[in-house]
């Protein structure tokens, strides 16, 4: 290890990630990542290795059966099967079945075999026919959580300490005794009460949940039938890792994100966002409460705005665990596989973690009342204009200024042209179904 770089000892994390890939980009030495980072250049090559992406070379127009020496040969008549053929047999699909100096075409890229060991930085990967590697952040960041879970999993002891362990807690588990209670009288135990737990509910021990009375009392808490059932997701996006952001960086901007759901056997869900800035909402309109459609909005508006605009205007997007939001790096790598945005997820059962997006809620069911509403007949023009003046309502938190009023100090005109929302005059305003009449109704 250099002695010249401070290391830190520490995972890599995705800020960590971003900047290697950014840094690849420009063709920056290993060692210059590594200073940057507090990391030795062998743990850079490390990660860009194990987490590289393999690109296949474009086979458009590509020769069926290349030849790796077709550049300096000319022969012809190789296989003389068809009589007065004049071309030069590296044209033909038959000819290298009868060439015995026929070498496949290896389309591998030498200088992938050393550092950088990727394609990110080249000046010549436009062009290139060759296979390629490339080296995405978000992928790793994914890769390295995936190696993380799965190398946790299982159980983390021998075949002799478990039979040891076995005979001791099993035969007092039987005569009524806790796990608690057994690990008070056996301090050579040195699993915890949890583990001993996990033991017993994997199958390892000779007894089961059965043999715990007050363990099969109780149910585990069911996921809700429209939660997200990967767990794992979480690790880093947790609301204790958002709190824990906001501590360090108190100025960024917050976009809260959620959907709203009409009365059962109605199809089409909206899907807003709230800038906690300027307290606007937008609202799009989906054909149906699935992950594809979020992650098309966000392209959407990626593609309108440019991704340096993205980052700048939702750098931080809080949401709830509802499965339209499963997949979060989709929503969080731009569509030229940039970072644009942090996806943070509230607590189950906690929708007061974003209480600016919940209330404002409250204004869109003025005029769509849950249980009397369909948004199935609704077209985003619509929503446009249930928009518009639930953003020209005065409002008493912002000192009687509306968010419209707001949103243009304080969100890019760009942004708002993409929305195509307009202000409407303060008695002009409607916020009762009457506004949507005739297309609301179930």
Not at 70 to 80: E, F, G, I, S, Y
Not at 284 to 309: C, H, M, P, Q, W
């Amino acid at each position: 290890m250099s002695k010249k770089i401070e290391t830190n000892q520490k995972h890599m994390n995705q800020d960590n990630r971003v900047v290697i890939e950014k840094r690849l980009d420009a063709s920056v030495s290993f060692r210059a990542i590594g200073i940057e980072l507090g990391k030795d250049p062998t743990t850079i090559a490390k990660e860009v290795k194990k987490h590289r992406v393999f690109q296949m070379h474009n086979t458009f127009n590509e020769k069926l059966f290349r030849c790796a020496n077709a550049k300096d040969c000319h022969r012809k008549h190789v296989c003389t099967t068809v009589p007065f053929c004049n071309r030069e047999c590296k044209r033909c699909n038959k000819c290298h079945s009868y060439c015995k100096d026929y070498v496949q075409y290896d389309y591998h890229c030498p200088l992938t075999d050393k550092a950088p060991f990727v394609c990110n930085g080249c000046d010549k990967k436009r062009g290139c026919r060759l296979d390629k590697y490339f080296y995405r952040a978000v992928r790793a960041q994914s890769e390295y959580k995936t190696i993380l879970v799965e190398a946790r999993r299982g159980i983390n002891i021998t075949e002799e300490d478990l039979a040891t362990l076995d005979a001791t807690v099993s035969p007092l588990i039987l005569n009524g005794q806790s796990p608690y209670m057994i690990l008070q009288n056996h301090p050579e135990i040195s699993q915890c009460e949890k583990t001993i737990y996990n033991y017993i509910d994997q199958g390892a021990l000779s007894v089961s949940n059965l043999d715990l009375p007050k363990l099969v009392k109780y149910k585990p808490r069911k996921a809700h039938a429209s939660e997200i059932d990967d767990t794992g997701i979480f690790e880093g996006r947790s609301y204790k890792d958002f709190e824990a952001f906001i501590k360090e960086f108190p100025d960024t901007k917050i976009t809260e994100m959620d959907t709203v759901i009409g009365p059962e056997g109605s199809h089409k869900v909206l899907l807003t966002l709230h800038f906690c800035n300027a307290d606007f909402m937008m609202a799009y309109l989906l054909n149906s409460k699935e992950a594809i459609g979020v992650e098309n909005t966000f392209d959407d508006i990626n593609r309108a705005i440019g991704t340096e605009l993205f980052c700048k205007t939702m750098p931080l997007i809080v949401t709830d665990r509802g499965r339209e939001f499963k997949h979060p790096e989709a929503l969080e790598c731009g569509i030229d596989n940039v970072l644009r945005t942090s996806i943070y997820y509230c607590d189950p059962m906690a929708s007061w973690q974003k209480p600016h997006c919940e209330k404002n809620h409250e204004y869109i069911r003025k005029i769509c009342p849950q249980t009397t509403t369909t948004f199935d007949r609704l077209t985003q023009n619509d929503v446009n204009l249930m928009m518009s003046h639930i953003n020209s309502a005065n409002r008493e938190s912002l000192g009687g200024l509306t968010p419209f009023k707001l949103a243009k100090m304080m969100l890019p005109k760009k942004l708002l042209k993409h929305f195509g929302l307009w202000e409407i005059p303060s008695d002009e305003v409607i916020l009762t179904p009457a506004l949507l009449k005739g297309k609301i109704e179930v």
